[in-house]
């Protein structure tokens, strides 16, 4: 799977906003909005298995159709996105977990660290998980299939 196909940087970029805009309402409410980080946990899940109704690709294509957003399509692989989104999956809902059961600090921690690899992506256009997908496929991990563009 070496050749790059496109991915539309503007719908990843609505999913990153999104990200961050919840996961900082959740913060501020405070712990009793733990079910906010779950359900962006959700939404994240649900991108990284390409569900037809992940609630970021709806959201995207709404803001599309009525013309307030252009796709943007870039020479780009789909598979490090969606394992970026699957370990946003990991932290927000093992931070979620752990606000709900009371202990804070390790929840919001687990929380940061998606806020600011969304910012990181966001507003510097690095993926750390897309650069951790393509580290694992050079280390030839069964399963990272789709290479680096050389």
Avoid at 62 to 75: A, E, H, M, Y
């Amino acid at each position: 799977m070496g050749d790059i196909r496109q991915v539309d940087q503007a719908a990843l970029r609505t999913g990153q906003m999104t990200t961050i805009t919840l996961l900082l309402a959740a913060f501020v409410i405070g712990d009793s909005a733990w079910w906010l980080v779950a359900l962006v946990a959700l939404a994240q899940f649900l991108g990284a298995i390409k569900a037809p109704l992940a609630p970021y690709k709806l959201l995207y294509r709404s803001l599309r159709d009525t013309g307030l957003l252009k796709p943007n399509l870039q020479p780009d692989n789909p598979e490090p996105h969606r394992f970026a989104l699957a370990v946003g999956t990991v932290f927000n809902i093992t931070g979620a977990l752990l606000i709900a059961s009371g202990s804070s600090l390790a929840g919001w921690s687990l929380v940061w660290v998606v806020i600011a690899l969304a910012n990181l992506n966001y507003w510097l256009r690095f993926c750390l998980g897309c650069w951790m997908y393509y580290q694992l496929n050079r280390l030839g991990v069964p399963g990272f299939s789709a290479s680096a563009a050389k």
